[in-house]
């Protein structure tokens, strides 16, 4: 069982669509990550957060909005996206932000997103 | 040159089997090592930390050369349920915050 969850398990959208994806997690970890993953490929990262701060950005369109409402949550805003944004959206959280630490990242389950 | 490299194989091999699989890494600061297996349409899990000594976990034993930046994982007696994606993580001292580094996976199959 993932101590990281997300919802919702499967999402499909049209391109005018508005959505969000949500991830929680309490093991009072305080970095959380966004990749997104295309089939048969390893995870890209897209954004981390570091105690509720956004620290990266890995030049991700603006169609997508992270959010950290709080240190367990970490939301994913969708708006206007496109066919090829597709893919696998993961949630990760560690301890610490992976420069300070040598602890692992867990994962939730993803989101399977498919964007008509 | 890509940060972790790995044989993406696939290895296919039938129960019983020890298979290892083989990651090279550039960056020598790189400060922190994992493997992650995954399974078809689902997460990344972690299976095993690898540390400097090289530690073993059951049937899984994984080993760091950091004089030629290397990094191994055997998997000895394999059973039908080892059959997936299995990734070569680093963490770089040093880097942007929190940014690890995945290999493209090393797939296995296990037959019966």
């Known amino acids: 069982d993932t101590e990281v969850t997300q919802t919702p398990k499967h999402l499909v959208m049209g391109m005018t669509n508005k959505k969000s994806l949500k991830c929680e997690q309490h093991?009072?970890?305080?970095?959380m990550y966004w990749y997104k993953q295309k089939a048969k490929k390893p995870p890209e990262l897209m954004f981390v957060y570091s105690y509720e701060k956004l620290s990266i950005n890995e030049s991700v369109p603006s169609r997508f909005s992270p959010e950290c409402p709080n240190s367990s949550l970490l939301n994913l805003h969708l708006h206007a996206l496109q066919p090829e944004d597709s893919a696998l959206y993961l949630c990760a959280s560690s301890q610490e932000p992976g420069a300070y630490s040598n602890q692992p990242q867990h994962f939730g389950d993803g989101t399977r997103l498919s964007i008509l | 040159r890509k940060e972790v490299e790995q044989d993406p194989g696939p290895f296919n091999v039938p129960e019983g089997a020890t298979v290892a699989f083989n990651c090279t890494y550039s960056?020598?600061?790189?400060?922190?090592f994992f493997w992650y297996r995954q399974d078809c349409r689902k997460e990344p899990k972690l299976l095993m930390s690898v540390y400097s000594s090289g530690n073993e976990d059951g049937r899984f034993t994984a080993q760091l050369n950091r004089a030629s930046q290397y990094i191994s994982l055997l998997i000895r007696d394999s059973k039908l349920s080892d059959s997936a994606t299995y990734l070569c993580v680093v963490n770089i001292r040093g880097s942007t915050l929190g940014r690890l580094y995945f290999g493209r996976g090393t797939q296995l199959t296990v037959w019966p």
């Open positions: 093991m009072g970890h305080r970095a």
């Open positions: 960056n020598s600061a790189s400060q922190s």
